[in-house]
């Protein structure tokens, strides 16, 4: 099959029948993954929601000093950790707002001191937001910043922060925080050290299909170039409790289309993911028949989506995610981070 255009994509989008799109994404998911949709069992860990930005679309951050604000110190973190799976479960997925109290040390201890508390977890933490601050922080490079992560432990990052690249919505809903082009910089930058890494796009607020076709298009070529992203997630925008809350939630339809395009799409991308937390379990198991083959995992305690409202549970045990997906007359796969299948459930 040639690759799917820019102006193709945009067609999809815009037209209401989904059915072709839906057949296409589903024969794709079906030769890589025939009936398999994966799921990890992960916990969230979040260290601060104390932020320098205020971006439009965030109900998480709180400003210094700000009721509701919060920012863990190493034993907190280390403590957490036990008391939410550290020990049981396969991957910590750490993501926090840009909080100058830190220093340069307290991420590499953090991620050096979870490294020798909890030998079997997998790291997976940062996003090119937070890799940005770090190195601006600290005046190292991203390549730097990056290695002394490594050292400390860090196994792979998160794909937050890439929001929509399109200049005209980022200057709307975040125009002070790491652009685009250094967005893709820092992924790659990753890439070329060997660290895996996820890449997200936020929809349903203010973006066009264009839009959104332009920002798949900056990933399929860094895609194209390095080969290091594992998964494609799009999150869908939750309009409550932020500064975008005179907005609807995307319809389930478009949350449809995006998701089976995405399959299309990426032609270079193995996975895509349905986030349960932003869609709720009913649509990410039709999603498994519009090209979807994984739906991340238990969580534990989801605190981004859920501080705009999200109306989903803050987390799953893995006994629902495998009926979830058995539901969809699909077989349920545990997987480590890195997609390497742990447990088959036939
Ligand atoms: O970058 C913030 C988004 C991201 C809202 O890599 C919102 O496997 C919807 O990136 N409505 C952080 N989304 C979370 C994230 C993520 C989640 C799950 C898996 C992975 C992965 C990554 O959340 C932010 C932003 O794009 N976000 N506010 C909101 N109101």
Redo the contacts with the bound molecule.
Sequence with gaps: MTRLSAKEAIQFLSNTDIYELGTLANSIRTRLHNNKTYYVKNFHLNYTNICVHS?K????ARRKGESGGWQMTIDSILEYIGNHGGSTLSEV?I?GGLNPEYKFDFYTEMVNQIRQNFPNLHIKAF?ATEIDFISKISKKTIDETLKSLIEAGLNSM??????IFSKRVWDTVCDHKTAPDQWLQVHRTAHKLGLKS?C?M?YGHIETHAEIVEHMNLLRKLQDETGGFT?F?P?????YD?QLSHLNQVSALESIKVHALARVFFDNIEHI?A?W??LGLRLAQILMDFGVDDI?GTIVEER??HM?GANSPKGLTEESLIRHIKESGKTPVQRDTLYNPVKIWN
């Design positions: 971006c679309f965030c109900g998480f997925h993501v996003t998160p794909g937050g922060g890439a929001e996820t997200t936020l998964a997630i999150l869908a925008f939750q309009p932020n993911k986030y937390v932003t991340d981004i989506m705009s």
